[in-house]
């Protein structure tokens, strides 16, 4: 393993599973919307009200495909999956695995779209963004893993259990 990348929807556990995973193996971790934020210096609901969905997208893509590392976890935005040269070049650095969550899941978890950070058209509700994207980090994934398995402990456990099968 050279480097995993955790894909999914907003609120799907990305940055803290990576986190307990790069602890785990020994890895760095790498969350790319705190490097947009860098690049940008700005946070990133200002990026993408300052520049609006599509212009956020190709700066999101632009910032990952700057991207170069080893041993490390990457938790992308959830969507990295809305330009194939970002996800591309992700998979082209390591393994690809999907935070797969259920919709109404999510929908409990996250009340602040509005201002989380969250790339969407107006009038687009989380069912619709869930409704696009899910076929498509499906495609992108090495491996699928259900992420909402209760705990953090048992998701993480998951994930390493889903490694370990593909190694």
Known sequence: ????????????????????????????????????????????????????????LDLEADAICSVDCERTVIAPGGSVICRARGIEHLKSLGKVIYLRIPCEVLEERIHNMGSRGIAFQPGETLRDIYEYRAPLYEKYADIIVDGDKGSLEETL??????????A
């Not at 456990?157 to 593909?166: M, N, P, R, S």
């Open 1 to 56: 393993m050279n480097n995993i990348t955790l894909i999914g929807m907003p609120g799907s556990g990305k940055s803290t599973v990576g986190v307990l995973l790069a602890k785990t193996l020994g890895f760095d971790f790498l969350d790319t919307d705190l490097l947009i934020q860098k690049r940008e210096g700005a946070l990133l609901q200002e990026v993408l009200d300052a520049h609006g969905t599509e212009e956020f």
């Open 157 to 166: 456990a998951a994930v390493l259990q889903a490694l370990i099968g593909c």
